[in-house]
C-alpha cells in the first residue's frame, strides 16, 4: 500500500481525565492505493496532558465524539470515520478529504 496523504489534525484541548482542558485530542486521517482503488484509513486520540501518552487512541471517535461533538471539523471527520473507515472511497469523498486537511486536490471531479 502507498500513502497518498496522512494528516494529523487537531480539535484543540478537552477535559477527558478531570475538569481541566489539559488533554489535546486529534485524528489522523491517510488515504492510501490499495489495490484497486483508493482506501481511507481514520484513527483518534486523545492525549496525557505532556503529549508523551495517550488515554485513548485509535478507533475511539465515538468517544471522542463526547467531548468534540460541538467541534464542526470534528463532525466532519467523524461522519467520513463512521461512512468509510478501511473502505474504498470515490473522487467526491478524496476530494472531500483533501479539502478538510486543507490540501488542493489533484483528483478531477
Known amino acids: 500500500m502507498k500513502t497518498i496523504i496522512k ?3 487537531e480539535f484543540g484541548k478537552v477535559a477527558y481525565w478531570g475538569k481541566r ?3 489535546m485530542a486529534d485524528a489522523t486521517i491517510e488515504l492510501r492505493e490499495c489495490g484497486n482503488g483508493v482506501e481511507l484509513s481514520i484513527v483518534g486520540a486523545i492525549w496525557n496532558h505532556i503529549h508523551t501518552d495517550c488515554y485513548t487512541c485509535g478507533q475511539c471517535l ?3 465524539a ?7 471539523t470534528f463532525k466532519a471527520v467523524y461522519r467520513l470515520w ?3 473507515h478501511l473502505k474504498m472511497v470515490d473522487a467526491d469523498v478524496i ?3 483533501y479539502n478538510l486537511c486543507g490540501i ?3 483528483i478531477a471531479a
Not at 463526547?66 to 464542526?72: C, I, K, Q, R, V
Open 21 to 23: 482542558r489539559t488533554n
Open 66 to 72: 463526547e467531548y468534540l461533538g460541538h467541534n464542526p
Open 104 to 106: 488542493e486536490s489533484k
Open 62 to 64: 465515538d468517544t471522542m
Open 7 to 9: 494528516k494529523t489534525i
Open 95 to 97: 476530494s472531500e478529504v
Open 82 to 84: 463512521k461512512n468509510y
